[in-house]
């Protein structure tokens, strides 16, 4: 388990020499205390979290998991499906509370027709039931889609005219909707990130 003691306490203002004074303890161990080369126990934490005026669950740095980003989905943007990296290589982001990072896909927004629902470097989360294909959960809902050109967009999907078009409708008043595309797959959006939010690491 790790700490966030160092920082909390230089945010303080506090040294460690006045940090062991101050939980009666030697300047040796309370440095191993902070650097995690001594053993923590939790009369420790309280004493630290007392001084430094918050929570003990404010002092412990939890280690989330992390959903690689597969590219860029176009939103207004003409986007190609490129697998820029190998499975689970690139940039990462932080899976979000309450999604599991299996079988979770996570993409970032180009353009801005999907404004203000979407802006560009929002990070999207999906995931796709099948390889190939139209979910009908898909129809009427924003969705990941690839197109027969390649092309990877953010819209609503609609059905189009005929059997087998779909009509990939942008948010932006001032984007254009495309009519009556071949898809050849689509994925609901799950969960979307605002740009400032989305953890990379």
């Not at 009369?43 to 989330?64: F, H, M, N, P, Q």
Request: glycine share 12%.
């Amino acid at each position: 388990m790790k700490f966030s003691i160092g920082e909390k306490r230089k945010a303080a203002g506090l040294t460690q020499e006045r940090m062991a004074e101050m939980l009666e303890i030697s300047p040796g161990l309370y440095n191993g205390l902070e650097n995690g080369k001594r053993r923590m126990n939790e009369t420790y934490l309280e004493g630290i979290a007392r001084i430094l005026g918050c929570s003990v669950s404010d002092l412990i740095i939890e280690k989330r998991p992390t959903i690689a980003i597969a590219g860029k989905v176009g939103a207004g943007a003409s986007v190609p499906l490129v697998d820029a990296y190998e499975k689970g290589d690139g940039p990462q982001v932080e899976c979000p509370p309450g999604l599991s990072p299996h079988g979770v896909v996570a993409v970032e927004v180009e353009g801005d027709s999907m404004e203000p629902v979407y802006s560009a470097g929002d990070i999207l989360f999906y995931s796709r039931s099948t390889h190939d294909g139209m979910p009908e959960d898909v129809i009427g809902h924003k969705a990941v889609c690839e197109d027969e050109g390649g092309m990877v967009w953010v819209k609503r999907v609609k059905r189009g005219d005929e059997p087998g078009f779909f009509h990939l409708i942008s948010l932006n008043p001032g984007s254009e909707t495309m009519w009556n595309k071949r898809l050849k797959w689509a994925a609901r959006v799950r969960l979307a990130w605002p740009a400032e939010f989305a953890k990379k690491v």
